[in-house]
């Protein structure tokens, strides 16, 4: 059985769900290079789903006009004769029905305690149509709420209206209007600025006023503006103090639900990546063992939710083995042709040779820069080993040399570990399962000298562990790593440069030419690229 999910306006995407198991999920900005790119998933899908002729069940995250109740004009022709496939059928699910259901399905947990945090969706319940877990007479934007999962099935345990919490709108307009930063399309959320400003700053001066403002309505946003203009220090004391109000406000929300036996957390929706503040949730509530974050945990995501809530909770067919559940790398499959077609097309501007792992490892024990391109691409922002700019963490100049000659960002913008998994006790203060780059963690402070590159300023880290049942090309080259440096970590940051990460080999050629890239590794090739020596 396969269920087509949709996700339609910004963050368009859709993703493919084959007996439960995702098979392929795409992002429109991957393949049109705008970051969140808004846009009509069915038509993204009528063009890459390569659908087979079979009966499909379609279900789409919840894009009616609200005051008609009925899908907005711009999906009515898409939709219309996406049913006029024989067999078919549709599902319309609420936003953070679909958020809850990305988190839950996605996870290994029987049973979870799931939280969905952003800016603002559309729940409607009045007779058990769009979101039958909630409750009857659900109706509104929420921008939180608290769910319970159990083996195929989510209930909700409380909505919470707009005025109560909504942490994601006041990043929003905080982004916008104090730090003149982007909150989406066409340059991306820009949020992951103000996590890594926060990491120096001092946000007790403005703790007290954003505690008791903390709402998009409340917030004298001209104040701050005058404020983060006064002074050099005032940003970075301004993102500080936004960053302790969104762990006060989290803390608080999580304390109000969890009880002593709930040993696992799911979370998403756009503020489940401040990666920060769900680190500090194993220190607020010591018996939690287990935190999840899907991969895609904004409102992409929302194709891959609303889809596993018809499969699951609505049409009762049972969890699926987390192996084939939980894998990232979703993205569309290069041939050798492809590829080889790709660097015929960049012509005399590259060279390439035929290579290995070895020489990749050797490449980094010399000081290069790396960037790797192997397989189906990660579903979500993050890099995970198959489109990924590597670098070795031990050298403490490398921080400063990526973000000045490849991403061109700011100087205080940290850079990620992966970490072999079995490792991570010996590096970090605590042994979790990050697979995703979901959770910062403080590193031990024994070992903080040994790997600079990837430390943050406040002597953190965001790692990601790496398994081999996840990735076994990056987990063994890790172990290669490992064993010719004496560190099993390296720096991974993802394969781009201030646009969507790559995702065609054209992609990574492109973007490897205009940066200071020394070497391009297409692993599953065995080719390495280098720039051409020829002058022109």
């Given at each position: 059985?396969?269920?087509?999910?949709?996700?339609?306006?910004?963050?368009?995407?859709?993703?493919?769900?084959?007996d439960?198991?995702?098979?392929?999920?795409?992002?429109?900005?991957?393949?049109?290079?705008?970051?969140e790119?808004e846009?009509?998933?069915?038509?993204l899908y009528?063009?890459?789903?390569?659908?087979?002729?079979?009966?499909i069940i379609?279900?789409?995250?919840?894009?009616f006009?609200?005051?008609?109740r009925?899908p907005?004009?711009?999906y009515?022709?898409?939709?219309?004769?996406?049913?006029?496939?024989?067999?078919?059928?549709?599902h319309?699910?609420g936003?953070?029905t679909s958020?809850?259901?990305?988190?839950?399905?996605?996870?290994?947990?029987?049973e979870?305690?799931?939280?969905?945090?952003?800016?603002?969706?559309?729940?409607?319940?009045?007779?058990?149509e769009l979101?039958?877990?909630?409750?009857?007479?659900t109706?509104?934007?929420?921008?939180?709420t608290?769910?319970r999962g159990s083996?195929?099935?989510?209930?909700n345990?409380?909505?919470?209206?707009?005025?109560?919490?909504?942490?994601g709108?006041v990043w929003?307009?905080?982004?916008?209007?104090v730090?003149?930063?982007s909150s989406?399309?066409?340059?991306?959320n820009?949020?992951?600025?103000?996590?890594?400003?926060?990491s120096?700053g001092d946000?007790?001066?403005?703790?007290?006023?954003m505690?008791?403002?903390?709402?998009q309505d409340l917030?004298?946003?001209?104040?701050?503006?005058k404020e983060?203009?006064?002074h050099?220090?005032?940003?970075?004391?301004?993102a500080?103090?936004?960053?302790d109000?969104?762990?006060?406000?989290l803390?608080?929300?999580?304390?109000?639900?969890?009880?002593?036996?709930?040993?696992n957390?799911?979370?998403?929706?756009?503020?489940?990546l401040n990666?920060?503040?769900l680190?500090?949730?194993?220190e607020w509530?010591?018996?939690?063992?287990?935190?999840f974050?899907p991969?895609?945990?904004?409102?992409?995501?929302?194709?891959?939710?609303t889809?596993?809530?018809?499969?699951h909770?609505?049409?009762?067919?049972?969890?699926v083995?987390?192996?084939k559940?939980a894998?990232?790398y979703?993205?569309?499959?290069?041939?050798e042709e492809?590829?080889?077609i790709?660097?015929?097309?960049?012509?005399?501007r590259?060279e390439?040779?035929d290579s290995?792992?070895?020489?990749?490892?050797t490449?980094?024990?010399?000081?290069?820069i790396?960037?790797v391109?192997?397989?189906r691409?990660e579903?979500?922002?993050?890099?995970l080993?198959?489109?990924s700019?590597?670098?070795?963490?031990?050298?403490p100049?490398?921080?400063?040399?990526?973000?000045?000659?490849v991403?061109?960002?700011?100087?205080?913008?940290?850079?990620?570990?992966s970490?072999?998994?079995?490792?991570?006790?010996n590096w970090?203060t605590?042994?979790?399962?990050?697979?995703?780059?979901?959770?910062?963690?403080?590193?031990?402070e024994?070992v903080?000298?040994?790997?600079?590159?990837?430390?943050?300023?406040?002597?953190?880290?965001r790692?990601?562990?790496?398994t081999?049942?996840?990735?076994?090309?990056?987990?063994?080259?890790l172990?290669?790593w490992?064993?010719?440096?004496?560190?099993p970590?390296?720096?991974n940051?993802?394969?781009?440069?201030?646009?969507?990460?790559?995702?065609?080999?054209?992609?990574?050629?492109?973007?490897?030419?205009?940066?200071?890239?020394d070497?391009?590794f297409f692993?599953?090739s065995g080719?390495?690229?280098?720039k051409?020596?020829?002058?022109f």
């Amino acid at each position: 059985m396969r269920i087509v999910g949709l996700q339609s306006g910004h963050d368009c995407a859709y993703c493919i769900l084959e007996d439960g198991i995702p098979i392929i999920y795409e992002e429109l900005e991957r393949i049109n290079r705008i970051k969140e790119s808004e846009g009509n998933s069915i038509d993204l899908y009528n063009q890459r789903g390569f659908g087979r002729e079979e009966d499909i069940i379609f279900s789409h995250q919840y894009v009616f006009n609200y005051q008609e109740r009925c899908p907005t004009v711009l999906y009515k022709e898409s939709l219309a004769k996406l049913l006029e496939r024989p067999g078919s059928s549709y599902h319309a699910v609420g936003h953070h029905t679909s958020h809850a259901a990305n988190a839950f399905f996605t996870s290994d947990y029987d049973e979870a305690l799931i939280f969905t945090l952003d800016a603002g969706g559309w729940e409607e319940n009045p007779q058990g149509e769009l979101s039958p877990s909630m409750p009857i007479g659900t109706s509104g934007t929420t921008a939180t709420t608290v769910w319970r999962g159990s083996e195929n099935k989510i209930r909700n345990e409380k909505v919470y209206t707009i005025n109560e919490v909504d942490i994601g709108s006041v990043w929003h307009h905080i982004l916008e209007d104090v730090f003149g930063l982007s909150s989406g399309p066409p340059k991306g959320n820009q949020a992951g600025t103000l996590m890594a400003m926060a990491s120096v700053g001092d946000g007790s001066k403005y703790f007290n006023y954003m505690i008791h403002h903390f709402r998009q309505d409340l917030l004298d946003y001209d104040r701050l503006k005058k404020e983060h203009d006064s002074h050099d220090k005032t940003p970075y004391d301004i993102a500080r103090a936004l960053q302790d109000a969104t762990e006060f406000y989290l803390q608080r929300v999580i304390k109000a639900h969890i009880k002593p036996q709930d040993k696992n957390l799911c979370f998403a929706g756009g503020v489940a990546l401040n990666s920060v503040a769900l680190g500090k949730v194993f220190e607020w509530f010591p018996h939690v063992e287990n935190i999840f974050v899907p991969p895609a945990p904004y409102d992409g995501g929302l194709a891959i939710g609303t889809a596993q809530y018809v499969y699951h909770h609505l049409m009762g067919y049972p969890r699926v083995e987390n192996n084939k559940n939980a894998s990232p790398y979703l993205g569309k499959i290069y041939t050798e042709e492809e590829i080889k077609i790709a660097l015929e097309r960049a012509g005399d501007r590259i060279e390439w040779q035929d290579s290995s792992v070895f020489e990749l490892v050797t490449n980094l024990l010399d000081g290069n820069i790396v960037s790797v391109f192997n397989g189906r691409s990660e579903a979500g922002r993050r890099a995970l080993g198959n489109r990924s700019i590597l670098a070795d963490p031990r050298n403490p100049n490398m921080k400063k040399i990526i973000n000045e000659k490849v991403k061109h960002r700011q100087w205080f913008r940290p850079f990620a570990p992966s970490i072999l998994a079995e490792e991570t006790s010996n590096w970090f203060t605590r042994d979790v399962s990050s697979p995703y780059m979901s959770i910062v963690l403080p590193f031990k402070e024994e070992v903080k000298d040994k790997i600079p590159a990837v430390v943050h300023l406040d002597g953190t880290g965001r790692l990601q562990t790496v398994t081999e049942q996840l990735n076994p090309w990056y987990y063994n080259f890790l172990k290669e790593w490992h064993d010719a440096s004496g560190v099993p970590i390296i720096l991974n940051t993802s394969f781009n440069d201030r646009e969507p990460i790559v995702e065609t080999p054209d992609d990574a050629i492109d973007c490897f030419l205009k940066t200071d890239i020394d070497n391009l590794f297409f692993v599953e090739s065995g080719v390495m690229i280098s720039k051409s020596s020829k002058e022109f």
